[in-house]
């Protein structure tokens, strides 16, 4: 059983014991704080993997991607082959004073072209200049913490065992056939 009162004499002690211990208070503008290693800043765009699928467009549930492409069309590499089409990015920007920071986009992404940047100090004056295009999304890619080294531990992933497997065989093939080739001169 607790006696009357016994909530506020603990929230008293909390009080008490806080008091006493010495504040500490970063002094922000000249010393940076010490993030966590995947801490969401903002979203960074690496141009040349984007092959403008617009699925990160898509999935936003904010709505604040901004997509624009052409198509260019490519000569044949073979004179029997057709020409070859793709889409070329022209402008891909993020509106940052509607984006909640989700991460949808970036899990969505099949292309690895965007990333989280620990960058945080991207405020603005007006919020119309919020919208960040993709020279300066760009530009945070630079500042992407390289990922974490894979476990040692771990199973190796079945993309790369099954090349590796097939690696193998052709290696192994390529000897015979050049083993068979030795024996019959």
């Known amino acids: 059983m607790s006696f009357p009162g016994a909530g506020l004499a603990k929230g008293l002690a909390v009080t008490l014991r806080t008091m006493t211990r010495k504040t500490v208070t970063a002094q922000y503008p000249d010393t940076q704080p010490a993030l966590p290693p995947r801490s969401r800043g903002v979203i960074a765009l690496l141009e040349e993997n984007c092959t403008v699928c617009m699925l990160c467009a898509r999935e936003c549930p904010d709505w604040c991607i901004y ?3 052409h198509k260019e069309t490519l000569p044949a590499a073979d004179p029997n082959a057709r020409a070859r089409t793709r889409n070329v990015l022209d402008r891909f920007a993020i ?7 989700c991460g949808i986009c970036i899990e ?10 620990p960058e945080f100090e991207y405020a603005e004056t007006d919020i119309l200049e919020l919208t960040h295009e993709r020279d ?4 945070w890619m630079w500042t992407v913490p390289v990922p974490p080294a ?10 790369i065992a099954t090349a590796r497997k097939a690696a193998d065989k052709l290696a192994a093939a390529a000897a015979a056939a050049l083993e068979q080739g030795g024996d019959a001169q």
Do not use: G, H
Request: aromatic share 14%; charged share 30%; with cysteine.
């Open 67 to 69: 997509i624009d492409s």
């Open 150 to 159: 894979l476990d040692p531990a771990a199973e190796e992933p079945k993309e």
């Open 95 to 101: 509106d940052f004073s509607l984006c909640m920071y």
């Open 108 to 117: 969505v992404c099949p292309f690895d072209a965007l990333f989280w940047s």
């Open 136 to 139: 300066r999304l760009r530009e």
